[in-house]
């Protein structure tokens, strides 16, 4: 099972917007409507912000948005915060109890 | 509030064995489907494994497929992973994750293996 492609990094001033996309194949994000994202902040453990691709639990801003279309998933931070600086990893459920992990990507608050 | 506890981490040589635990707290662990993640260093995540309830049903990434088992202990709200035959990319954090409404909604802070070659 090959990793779901994440860009490596990405940027934005505070206040702006930043997509950051997940391309995976047509047996994982294509096939599946459970693709979650994470984020990490450096030496700690990765906090799920965003479930079934575009559902946010309880507690995590709405500046987080996902989306999917075709074999591609997409995080949208709105309204950019310095604390939202953090590696962003997008993940999906790829049958027979498997799961796939993107590269993950830098997010640098300029 | 909800926990998990991974313990068991160490500096093994290649070809060694190594048993992690994770221990649940503030949860029912018995009626949730866990996983192990794995990060190896400046690396992304890895998922490794996976169990349903009872362990009757498991699942591994082909990367330590016949090497790592997993298993539970509803008993003892305890979830195992028992790594044999390892290898010097089999080190990173390990970490043991609950698996909810298809996303892994709750991580431990994980547990450092370091294989020597």
């Known amino acids: 099972q090959s990793a779901l492609t994440q860009p490596p990094s990405a940027s934005g001033s505070p206040g702006q917007s930043v997509a950051i996309s997940c391309t995976g194949t047509?047996?994982?994000?294509?096939?599946?409507?459970?693709v979650s994202w994470y984020q990490q902040q450096p030496g700690k453990a990765p906090k799920l912000i965003i479930l079934?691709?575009?559902k946010r639990p309880s507690g995590v801003p709405d500046r987080f948005s996902g989306s999917k279309s075709g074999n591609t998933a997409s995080l949208t931070v709105t309204g950019l915060q310095a604390e939202d600086e953090a590696y962003y990893y997008c993940?999906?459920?790829?049958?027979?109890?498997?799961?796939?992990f993107g590269g993950g990507t830098k997010l640098t608050v300029l | 509030e909800m926990q998990l506890v991974e313990s068991g981490g160490a500096l093994v040589q290649s070809g060694g064995s190594l048993r992690l635990s994770c221990a649940a707290s503030?949860?029912?662990?018995?009626?949730?489907?866990m996983n192990w993640v794995r990060q190896a260093p400046g690396k992304g995540l890895e998922w490794i494994s996976f169990?349903?309830?009872?362990?009757?049903?498991?699942d591994y990434a082909d990367s330590v497929r016949g090497r790592f088992t997993i298993s539970r202990d509803n008993a003892k709200n305890a979830l195992y992973l028992q790594m044999d035959s390892l290898r010097a990319e089999d080190t990173a954090v390990y970490y043991c994750?609950?698996?909810?409404?298809?996303?892994?909604?709750?991580w431990g802070r994980g547990t450092l293996v370091t294989v020597s070659s």
């Open positions: 994750v609950r698996d909810h409404l298809w996303a892994f909604d709750v």
């Open positions: 503030g949860f029912s662990f018995s009626i949730y489907t």
């Open positions: 169990t349903q309830l009872s362990s009757s049903i498991t």
């Open positions: 047509s047996s994982d994000v294509g096939r599946f409507d459970y």
């Open positions: 079934e691709v575009s």
């Open positions: 993940c999906s459920f790829a049958g027979n109890y498997r799961w796939v």
